[in-house]
């Protein structure tokens, strides 16, 4: 039996419907790990822990669907073109290394700056695909706190920074959590 054609709409009605959630957590949860690395061991351990956590979001979220109901790994699930397109903003996201690498080799400080700006970059493409600011407020609001910190705290960017964005994601599973009560 040939699955049911849906249009891009109805496609796009039934993501924007999902909770979105494993992967906000799992971006806090990589985030958090750094954060409190860099409080606990010199830079050139965290460096490390930065790059294994937030490399492993991805994965992590895959985890962490299987809890939240959304389980991205589920074959019975018909195929959605905007899952699709999520699954590209997050290779989007693991592309960036190819920028963040080259300056973290000159200097290591600018790690925090470069990937805490970069990922975050897909969440732009998720607010147009939701049809919610949530997305723009996560961008925009992650871009410049991550910015001001890493000139504000030179000697702290891998503390400071790492606990922004966690607020950033906190603040952000709030809003998703709400927006269909909205």
Known sequence: MEPIKRTLEEQRTEFKNGKFLATP?????AWTLVGISGMLFPDQTTVWVLFIATGCIVYLGMFISKFTGEDFLDKQKPKNEFDTL???TVGQAVLVYSIAIPFFLEDYTSLPLTVGILSGLMWLPFSWMINHWVGM???LTRTVLVLVLWYLFPELRFITIPFAIV?????????LRNRKKA
């Open 167 to 175: 607020l950033i994601y906190i603040l952000t599973i709030i809003i």
């Open 86 to 88: 999520f699954f590209y």
């Open 25 to 29: 957590l799992a971006g806090l949860i």
């Open 137 to 139: 407020f996560h961008a």
